[in-house]
């Protein structure tokens, strides 16, 4: 959908908010809800993350906002350096974009993306929430990652896949509306041209 970088860019934004917000959403409240409560006897997650002082992250509790800001950061510079150039040129590697249905190319795309993002991302988490006060040790690190990556891919896939990346579409759609029009009518226009 997008066609220049600038629009790469935004679509990249715009999934990137949505993402990290759900995963955020999904580390505290579906992987490690019930033991944050249980841990700090709580009824409720955000209760637990307060009682605590904020989330665990790199040897300290940080606030929730600057969880989401680092994520943020992060991921966006890895989803422009990595993720979109990379699934796209997978995609097109096994499918013609011009030949394929366009949502067989979307879905393969995104399936691409999912496959380069969560590992490289859970990556980067295992070292951001690994549990420093018991010292470090790359084998601890590894199955933290290992962990990580299989909590975390099957929501990344299904969430991209049925959630965000519609969203995402539907969003992008709004803010370059009078660009995908201009390119769904120049085709036409060139065509009625050609037959006059």
Request: hydrophobic share 55%; with cysteine; glycine share 4%.
């Amino acid at each position: 959908m997008p066609r220049n970088q600038f629009q790469r860019m935004v679509f990249a934004f715009i999934t990137v908010v949505i993402t990290v917000h759900a995963f955020v959403l999904y580390s505290l409240c579906f992987v490690n809800g019930s033991v944050l409560m249980e841990i700090n006897g709580t009824n409720s997650v955000l209760k637990a993350i307060g009682k605590q002082g904020g989330v665990y992250m790199c040897g300290n509790f940080v606030p929730i906002w600057l969880v989401i800001i680092t994520e943020f950061v992060l991921a966006y510079s890895l989803e422009n350096i990595l993720g979109s150039p990379f699934s796209f040129r997978i995609a097109a590697k096994h499918f013609n974009p011009m030949q394929t249905n366009p949502l067989i190319f979307e879905t393969v795309i995104i399936a691409a993306t999912v496959a380069i993002m969560c590992p490289s991302m859970s990556f980067i988490a295992a070292f951001l929430y690994y549990p420093y006060y018991e010292g470090f040790n790359v084998i601890t690190l590894l199955a933290n990652w290992f962990k990580l990556v299989c909590w975390n891919l099957p929501f990344a896939f299904f969430s991209q896949l049925l959630f965000i990346q519609p969203l995402v579409r539907k969003i992008f759609g709004l803010i370059f509306s009078k660009d995908i029009k201009a390119r769904t009518n120049l085709p036409q226009t060139v065509t009625a041209a050609e037959t006059t």
